[in-house]
């Protein structure tokens, strides 16, 4: 582990925020011909037209997918939805998706996509009245839903998948007579041996080449077109896999998936998985002492959807107090902080890379630890320019020639004592923020809403708070001057007032909420708890 690199510090910051907004963000993604054509290895695809057969082609015809990866790709993140019922019908009521649904935020947002989700069943050949949207839902609340990020710097749409449950497969293959346009043919999974079911001859048709023989291992793959939009769906291996390339289908079919860990009181569960993350995760469990079962957990309160905390498994007690936060620390945090990811760690005394190496290897620290407070901070930005703007706030100021030591090299952070403690910072305008905040030239976070107040000064051990609308809004407004500026507009273009359709954007994604997740070290677990503002 190289502490060296403030992007580690960034890592362990953000190993469990992103998967929040993550989720979401990258579920949106625009396709790209990369993530749609026919092939399912991991390079580049000969291109997004291939994929679609002609229109006198029988619908029901489908092409043989070449499968050129080794093995399936790992979960990176998975967010289960354990009673998609209840979220359903949150997500329907809930007055503020109403709202940003119908202003040109809404509109924007989903695009083209209304078009799909927005057709009438009977313009589709389906029966009944309502819409393709309430068919598919209708389908698919049967069990609960898995949506799952995978692993790869090559970029996959996420999948949706659930259990083949007769009722969901009967309700599915309804809607792929009404909306099939070909599809694929999958002889094996990555890393499986094809096996051939049946050895005979197998006949050309029509003076062809004759097909491959099938394989024991073969399933197929459907392409649904509404409105010109692609959806890919498997129903296989007692999966039903839906999503918007045919990669991401095979991976969903064929990755193996964490066990539903279904909690009373839960309703939706994000789990980070440690090995498809990688290294900032490793980094972070490893300093915790925790096993990779890390969960936050959300629950359905009317159309709302409150945060229940974060659970785990504690495998080293020995790294983890719990403690509320120190009020000087929290008195340097500026107010408008975006994500801000806190932990009461117990180090070595003395802190250098070689007691740290020990105290988080196998044998431990072999002494008893001292608490700190760590408040890792991270501002982010909707234009990819930016500087990476991540700070750190230590609790311990006997430590900042330690950390000084540890955190210099190329990428060194800039270091000063601020509110009886040390901040380590990214870049100079991020610790200016914290000095001004600590003075009270700027409001903190100590004076935030009283739920959130009271929620960082409870005892806790690790904790994730993250304002949604702060989020949204900055990368909002930074995606647009971001954009103009990819347009050519000149400087002074760039930076003039915002029109009023993203002004009005901002307003309503700022009603978004702050909300916090817990977890209290309580024997070999933590516990959860939430709260919001």
């Known amino acids: 582990m190289n502490v060296r690199d403030p992007r580690v510090i960034a890592g362990i910051a953000l190993a469990l925020a992103l998967v929040i907004g993550g989720a979401i963000w990258l579920s949106r993604r625009p396709s790209t011909t990369d993530g749609a054509g026919p092939t399912a290895g991991?390079?580049?695809?000969?291109?997004?037209?291939?994929?679609?057969?002609?229109?006198?082609?029988?619908?029901?015809?489908?092409?043989?997918?070449?499968?050129?990866?080794?093995?399936?790709?790992?979960?990176?993140?998975?967010?289960?939805?354990?009673?998609?019922?209840?979220?359903?019908?949150?997500?329907?009521?809930?007055?503020?998706?109403?709202?940003?649904?119908?202003?040109?935020?809404?509109?924007?947002?989903?695009?083209?996509?209304?078009?799909?989700?927005?057709?009438?069943?009977?313009?589709?050949?389906?029966?009944?009245?309502?819409?393709?949207?309430?068919?598919?839902?209708?389908?698919?609340?049967?069990?609960?839903?898995?949506?799952?990020?995978?692993?790869?710097d090559t970029p996959l749409p996420p999948a949706l998948i659930t259990a083949s449950t007769p009722t969901t497969s009967t309700a599915l293959h309804a809607l792929t007579l009404?909306?099939?346009?070909?599809?694929?043919?999958?002889?094996?999974?990555?890393?499986?041996?094809?096996?051939?079911?049946?050895?005979?001859?197998?006949?050309?048709?029509?003076?062809?080449?004759?097909?491959?023989?099938?394989?024991?291992?073969?399933?197929e793959i459907v392409r649904w077109v509404v409105a010109e939009h692609d959806l890919y769906l498997a129903d296989t291996r007692g999966r039903i896999v839906l999503a918007r390339s045919p990669r991401a289908v095979v991976n969903g079919v064929c990755t193996t998936l964490p066990e539903l860990t279904p909690a009373p009181g839960v309703d939706v569960q994000l789990r980070p998985q440690v090995a498809g993350l990688g290294r900032p995760a490793d980094v972070l469990t490893r300093m915790l002492g925790l096993g990779g079962d890390v969960s936050l957990s959300w629950k359905v309160e009317g159309a709302r959807l409150v945060p229940v905390g974060i659970g785990a498994s504690v495998l080293h007690a020995d790294r983890l107090d719990a403690a509320p936060l120190p009020a000087t620390l929290l008195a340097a945090v500026p107010a408008d902080t975006a994500v801000a990811l806190?932990?009461?760690?117990?180090?070595?005394?003395?802190?250098?890379?070689?007691?740290?190496?020990?105290?988080?290897?196998?044998?431990?620290?072999?002494?008893?630890?001292?608490?700190?407070?760590?408040?890792?901070?991270?501002?982010?930005?909707?234009?990819?320019?930016?500087?990476?703007e991540v700070a750190l706030l230590w609790s311990d100021p006997a430590d900042k020639d330690a950390l000084r030591a540890l955190f210099s090299g190329k990428n060194a952070m800039s270091i000063d004592e601020v509110c009886g403690g040390v901040a380590l910072?990214?870049?100079?305008?991020?610790?200016?923020?914290?000095?001004?905040?600590?003075?009270?030239?700027?409001?903190?976070?100590?004076?935030?809403?009283?739920?959130?107040?009271?929620?960082?000064?409870?005892?806790?051990?690790?904790?994730?708070?993250?304002?949604?609308?702060?989020?949204?809004?900055?990368?909002?407004?930074?995606?647009?001057?971001?954009?103009?500026?990819?347009?050519?507009?000149?400087?002074?273009?760039?930076?003039?007032?915002?029109?009023?359709?993203?002004?009005?954007?901002?307003?309503?994604?700022?009603?978004?909420?702050r909300q916090g997740l817990v977890g209290t070290k309580s024997g070999t677990t933590l516990q959860p708890r939430g709260y919001s503002s």
């Open 42 to 152: 991991e390079g580049p695809s000969a291109g997004a037209p291939e994929q679609a057969q002609a229109s006198s082609t029988p619908y029901d015809t489908k092409q043989q997918l070449e499968v050129e990866q080794e093995k399936p790709r790992a979960p990176a993140l998975v967010v289960d939805v354990l009673n998609p019922s209840a979220v359903r019908t949150a997500i329907f009521e809930n007055s503020w998706l109403q709202t940003a649904g119908a202003a040109p935020l809404g509109r924007g947002y989903l695009g083209s996509w209304a078009a799909f989700l927005g057709s009438a069943r009977g313009d589709v050949g389906l029966s009944g009245a309502g819409l393709v949207r309430d068919a598919i839902v209708d389908a698919l609340v049967q069990a609960p839903v898995r949506v799952v990020l995978f692993e790869g």
């Open 178 to 219: 009404a909306l099939q346009r070909g599809g694929f043919i999958v002889d094996a999974c990555p890393g499986e041996t094809a096996e051939v079911a049946d050895a005979g001859v197998v006949e050309a048709v029509d003076g062809g080449e004759p097909p491959p023989p099938r394989t024991k291992q073969r399933f």
């Open 342 to 388: 806190a932990a009461g760690i117990k180090l070595p005394a003395k802190l250098d890379e070689q007691s740290l190496a020990a105290a988080w290897g196998e044998g431990g620290m072999g002494e008893a630890g001292k608490t700190r407070t760590v408040i890792a901070l991270w501002q982010p930005h909707g234009d990819p320019k930016a500087q990476t």
């Open 425 to 513: 910072s990214s870049t100079v305008a991020l610790l200016a923020r914290l000095k001004a905040t600590c003075k009270g030239t700027t409001p903190s976070l100590a004076f935030a809403e009283p739920p959130v107040v009271e929620g960082l000064k409870a005892a806790q051990s690790v904790s994730l708070l993250v304002d949604f609308g702060a989020v949204a809004t900055a990368l909002l407004e930074e995606g647009w001057r971001a954009e103009r500026a990819a347009q050519g507009a000149a400087v002074k273009d760039r930076d003039k007032a915002l029109p009023s359709e993203i002004d009005d954007a901002k307003k309503l994604l700022d009603q978004l909420p």
